[in-house]
């Protein structure tokens, strides 16, 4: 079983729809729980972090975690055709959490 | 913000030459720096752990001898390729870890390395 798992879509939505990208984990130990957006061709930008279970919200974009299911969301809401990228979950590996799993990336398309 | 470049972008080499990427953290100052590499639609596959003024640490499955790596100051890193084949063609990325958070770390854009 990989690390984290992540619906590889692609998903495509039209403008203004709510998305929701989700990753599966493996690991209970594992405490902080990324999303990144990266562009074609780009490296990874860092959009949100959360630390344990709960909510974090940032703008149009939300960050969930479930600790007692492993399962971690990203939500966008009011998706924009700028939000098309693909998005990674990534989980720091304990103890040092400098050392990333990745997701494998779910590709997003908002169409105007 | 904190930013890192890689050099070059994008390289095309024959097959059997030797290619070096350089990643460089512009306005911090890296002790641990990371490669990793990302095939078509995949994700990405760490390679190494590189620390400024030591060996890198390689993972499982990463051939140390092919894809050598120099940490040479606390702003940059450099991965050669030697020996490079068609198989090797892939999309490089490194990140740094500014040391002041645990699970900070900054990517480069990365660089696209096609073997002919």
């Known amino acids: 079983q990989k690390e984290v798992e992540q619906d590889p879509g692609p998903l495509s939505v039209p403008e203004g729809a709510i998305v929701s990208l989700n990753c599966t984990y493996s690991?209970?130990?594992?405490?902080?729980f990324m999303w990144y957006r990266q562009y074609s061709r780009k490296g990874p930008e860092l959009l949100m972090y959360t630390y344990s279970s709960g909510n974090k919200e940032d703008g149009r974009f939300t960050a969930q975690v479930d600790k007692s299911s492993k399962y971690i969301s990203l939500f966008i809401r009011d998706s924009q055709p700028s939000d098309s990228a693909t998005y990674l979950c990534?989980?720091?590996?304990?103890?040092?959490?400098?050392?990333?799993?990745f997701g494998s990336g779910t590709k997003l398309n908002v169409k105007p | 913000g904190a930013v890192v470049s890689q050099h070059p972008s994008r390289v095309i080499c024959k097959s059997g030459t030797s290619v070096k990427i350089e990643c460089r953290s512009l306005d911090f100052q890296a002790t641990t720096m990371f490669w990793y590499r990302q095939f078509p639609k995949q994700s990405l596959m760490l390679m190494a752990t590189s620390n400024e003024g030591s060996k890198a640490t390689y993972e499982q499955g990463v051939e140390k001898d092919k894809f050598l790596i120099n940490h040479a100051s606390l702003t940059l890193s450099t991965l050669t390729v030697t020996s490079a084949h068609p198989e090797d063609s892939s999309f490089y990325i490194c990140s740094a870890d500014p040391g002041s958070k645990e699970y900070e770390q900054y990517f480069g854009p990365g660089t696209r390395l096609t073997v002919t």
């Open positions: 690991n209970s130990a594992f405490q902080y």
């Open positions: 990534a989980i720091p590996q304990p103890p040092n959490f400098n050392k990333f799993y």
